[in-house]
């Protein structure tokens, strides 16, 4: 199931790749006259060729055709209406912690979510699809509200965080997510409760497109409320040292990663199975896989993205022979791979 979902996803955004640079009929009067519509239409100017490697934390990745950032809600909401309504190929990116660009890059926009305004009010922490994971966690300390704690270690942004079910430290999203304002497919934007959104163990309807049934496009969070608990904010302040000292203790936060490669499996920990398999360290190019935690590859060389792909491949097929694993990636692959088959071979 894990190659399966994984290479399905690979291939749907490698095909939207490929026919986005030579025959896209939103591109036919070249990116920038793209570029200039995108400013018209969502009030945003985007950059051409931006590299991704600047927008992920592993630090791999190729240009993107063009890349907007979205810093508030409206802006997020016209660009992907654009995109969507030109048929351009497009992907939210938040941080880019949870994501593998391929080294050729991705075709069409890439929008930078950061729209990042913040409030609370009473018990409710509101915050743009953009705002760090790290910093509601902090916001909500400092109003005495508990319940973000878990966030203050995961260096993605709220809207990636829905999207993952984002979790650590015995708690996740799903445990304190009231609603988010959702973008759907259909260019609609609703207020959905957080039973709406199939938040499970680090996935959601967000990451299931194609079950959505419009068929235009991924659902994106525009806007989320979070419900917390009141407590002492020293008391809160004690947790998130205790956090931030075990992150330190147990993972390579030092160098270049995109956290956990692979999801646990049932029972399990992926890391465990890696570190079994004695893999610990191996090196495929730039990439290694942590000598600190085996479930994290680190970018200490200056890898590229099939760098981290090759390993993670052969780390997956270790775990699978010696132990009849099949490991899920949580990482997600995106951009354009079209090449990576015939480079395997
Ligand atoms: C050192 C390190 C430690 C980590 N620890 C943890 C951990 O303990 N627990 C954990 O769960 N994860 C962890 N992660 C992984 C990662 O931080 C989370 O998955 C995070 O939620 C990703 O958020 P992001 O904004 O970076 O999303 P990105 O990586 O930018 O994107 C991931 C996916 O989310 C989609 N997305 C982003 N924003 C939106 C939006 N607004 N609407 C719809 N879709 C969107 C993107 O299109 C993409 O498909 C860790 C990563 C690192 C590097």
């Known amino acids: 199931m894990t190659g399966t979902r994984a290479t399905a996803r690979t291939t749907a955004g490698a095909v939207a790749g490929a026919t986005a640079r030579a025959t896209h009929p939103a591109t036919a009067g070249g990116w920038a006259a793209v570029a200039a519509e995108i400013g018209r239409c969502a009030g945003v100017r985007p950059r051409r060729d931006e590299p991704l490697s600047r927008h992920t934390t592993m630090r791999v990745g190729g240009p993107a055709d063009l890349l907007a950032v979205a810093h508030d809600a409206a802006r997020f909401a016209a660009l992907v209406r654009f995109a969507r309504g030109v048929g351009l190929p497009h992907v939210v990116i938040g941080r880019g912690s949870n994501l593998v660009v391929s080294d050729a890059g991705i075709r069409g926009l890439a929008i930078l979510s950061r729209a990042e305004s913040c409030r609370v009010e009473g018990n409710r922490l509101i915050a743009e699809a953009g705002v760090p994971l790290a910093r509601v966690a902090t916001l909500a300390q400092r109003a005495g509200l508990s319940g973000l704690e878990f966030g203050l270690a995961i260096p993605g942004t709220v809207g990636g965080a829905v999207w993952a079910n984002a979790g650590a430290h015995g708690s996740d999203v799903a445990a ?73 203790e147990h993972q390579p936060l030092n160098l270049p990663s995109a956290g956990s490669i692979f999801r646990n499996p049932p029972g399990d920990s992926a890391g465990r199975l890696i570190d079994a398999s004695g893999l610990k360290g191996a090196r495929v190019g730039g990439a290694a896989i942590s000598d600190k935690h085996a479930n994290f590859i680190v970018n200490d060389r200056g890898a590229t993205a099939a760098d981290v792909r090759r390993l993670a491949e052969i780390a997956r097929a270790e775990v699978g022979r010696r132990f009849g694993v099949e490991l899920i990636y949580e990482v997600q692959f995106v951009g354009d791979w079209s090449n990576w088959g015939q480079e395997e071979r």
């Open 176 to 248: 304190v997510l009231e609603s988010a304002r959702i973008l759907r497919g259909d260019g609609t934007e609703a207020d959905e409760p957080a039973a709406a959104l199939g938040l499970v163990y680090r996935d959601s309807r967000l990451k299931h497109p194609a079950g959505q049934g419009s068929g235009a496009g991924p659902e994106i969070v525009l806007e989320v409320t979070f419900r917390l608990t009141p407590a002492d904010p020293a008391a809160i302040k004690t947790r998130l040292d205790e956090i931030r000292r075990w992150r330190r």
